[in-house]
């Protein structure tokens, strides 16, 4: 595998940016709630105090036009955290949920990619775009759902897929180990589209500018850029497809070294 561009730190500069948000909000509120229930020696009203945090927090995102589901993060962040101090429960529950939360869903905290997987029929819907024992890369793969019914519908093809979650690799690797796809740990900035004649990915909008540019970069001009959900802005499609579960299939052709 060859290494190639580097990571982009947008994904990470956005995470610091929801942080500062948050403790912007509970920096506001605190420093309000102090004076008052000191002047009034009264007991603090932690739940309200926990409210109107994330009542501003939400506001502040929506003023910083963040996308709609930091708001709802925003909103709930404070409120939840009171609401888990009100039960009994061992911080080390806390702890085993993150670390399994991590496990599976590292993405999202590093890159805004979550894990979901591709409906049963994108493979049917591929099958007619890809040529004749071409090489296509499954770019953050998942669980292999759609390399596996892929395969079985054209094992002709050379496929392979890259995944850098611990827990969805694992299951990946287990459910593709007895068949010839390339199953890969790795993170796929790091990973060259250079050998493949199509690359597919089902990710989220926050990558796409990036991906596509990496894409024009490395892969040879014709060849097929593939993404389930999310568009390239700005990025004329050569196909649109309609997967059954609503999604659109957003199908670009690399253009010649000299095109945009
Ligand atoms: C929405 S899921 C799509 C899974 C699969 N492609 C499918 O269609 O069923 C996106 C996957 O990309 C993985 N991912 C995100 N960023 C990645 C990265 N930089 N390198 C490798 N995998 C990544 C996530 O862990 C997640 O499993």
Redesign the pocket.
């Known amino acids: 595998m060859s290494e190639t561009a580097p990571?982009s730190d947008q994904p990470r500069r956005s995470l610091v940016h929801q942080l500062a948000l948050q403790a912007a909000a509970v920096f506001l509120v605190f420093s309000l709630a102090w004076p008052v229930y000191f002047l009034r020696a009264s007991a603090w009203n932690w739940a309200a105090i926990c409210a109107v945090t994330g009542a501003v927090a939400f506001l502040a995102a929506r003023l910083a036009r963040q996308p709609w589901w930091w708001q709802i993060i925003h909103l709930l962040f404070v409120p939840l955290l009171w609401l888990g101090m009100q039960f009994d429960i061992s911080p080390l529950w806390y702890l085993g949920a993150f670390m399994l939360l991590l496990l599976v869903?590292?993405?999202a905290v590093?890159?805004q990619?979550?894990?979901?997987?591709?409906g049963k029929n994108?493979a049917g819907r591929l099958r007619p775009l890809l040529a004749e024992r071409s090489a296509l890369l499954?770019?953050?793969?998942?669980?292999a759902?759609?390399l596996l019914p892929l395969s079985r519908l054209r094992p002709d093809l050379r496929l392979a897929?890259?995944?850098?979650?611990p827990l969805?690799w694992l299951i990946g690797w287990l459910r593709t180990r007895n068949t010839p796809i390339d199953w890969r740990w790795?993170?796929?900035?790091r990973h060259s589209f250079a050998p493949y004649e199509s690359v597919?990915?089902?990710?989220?909008p926050a990558p796409m500018p990036e991906l596509w540019l990496k894409a024009c970069r490395e892969m040879r001009s014709g060849s097929l850029f593939i993404s389930?959900a999310f568009p390239v802005p700005d990025v004329g499609t050569e196909t649109l497809l309609e997967s059954e579960s609503g999604l659109t299939l957003y199908v670009y052709r690399i253009p010649g070294a000299h095109s945009p």
């Open positions: 990571i869903f590292r993405c590093t890159g990619i979550p894990l979901y997987l591709s994108v499954d770019v953050g793969a998942g669980l759902s759609l897929g890259v995944e850098n979650a969805p790795g993170d796929f900035w597919y990915c089902f990710l989220s389930n």
